[in-house]
Every structure is written in C-alpha cells, then in structure tokens.
C-alpha cells in the first residue's frame, strides 16, 4: 500500500494566532491552498481552514477584518505519522469529517496530507489499472 509521503504537501504554511483573519484568507488564496497551520512560538497549535471561515461567512458571524485567527481556528487534534498509508489517512479524513491532517515525522510537523492528495492517489492509481 502506499504511503502518504508519496503524495503529500511538504511546504508548510502558518499564521499566527494574532494574524487577522482576513490576512490568513489571503495568504491561502495566493499560495493556492485550503488551510493554514497556527503557530506559536514554533509550535503548532491549531489550523484555520477555508471550511472553518466559510461556515462563519454564511453564519454571519465574523468580520474578516477585525476578528484574529485564535478565534475561529480549531485545535490541532489529528495528525498522521510520515510511515502511515493511505488508507489510514482516508480512514482518518472520512472518520473525522476532515479535509487537512498535519503530517509528523519523529514527533515534528513535516508536511500536509488533504482530500486533494488523496484524489491524486486514485487518479495516479486509476492510470495504472487497466480497464
């Protein structure tokens, strides 16, 4: 089986919990991505994804301009160790309902494994099958 280190994200990308939101949004809009880990004195704390904003955005509850990133990020709960597969990382996103999981190598944060990933695992796997 394949592991998620064939398929990940190995740039990291984080704001600070002090950031405003609207400074976080535009920062994953100009590197093209869907979540932004949140760091703290080197240490990551949590993640401010596109879900998280957009759920507050159609609530009507934040103003991007004066709300920080600590407000509405959400605790850094899951993440996957470098050597798992696949299939434990689509178990983990399925499970959780999550789209972003940190990914750790000898108890640091070394990458990012998404649902965009994982569509490019099945692309990459359907190539290969011949029908």
């Not at 709300?67 to 899951?78: A, D, G, Q, R, Y």
């Not at 959780?96 to 990459?124: A, T, W």
Request: glycine share 6%.
């Amino acid at each position: 089986m394949s592991k998620i280190s064939e398929f990940m994200s190995t740039t990291i990308y984080s704001t600070s919990p002090d950031a405003f939101a609207h400074e976080a949004i535009d920062k994953m809009y100009k590197n093209k991505i869907g979540a932004l880990l949140v760091e703290t004195g080197g240490t990551h704390t949590g993640m401010f994804t596109k879900t998280d904003w957009m759920t507050l955005v159609l609530k009507g509850e934040c103003d991007p301009k004066t709300i920080k990133v600590s407000e509405i990020m959400t605790e850094l709960k899951h993440t996957l160790d470098i050597n798992q597969t696949i299939s434990e990382a689509s178990a983990m996103i399925e499970s959780n309902k999550i789209r972003h999981i940190p990914v750790k190598e000898n108890g640091k944060i070394v990458g990012m494994f998404s649902v965009k990933d994982l569509e490019k695992y099945y692309l990459q796997l359907h190539r290969k099958t011949d029908f």
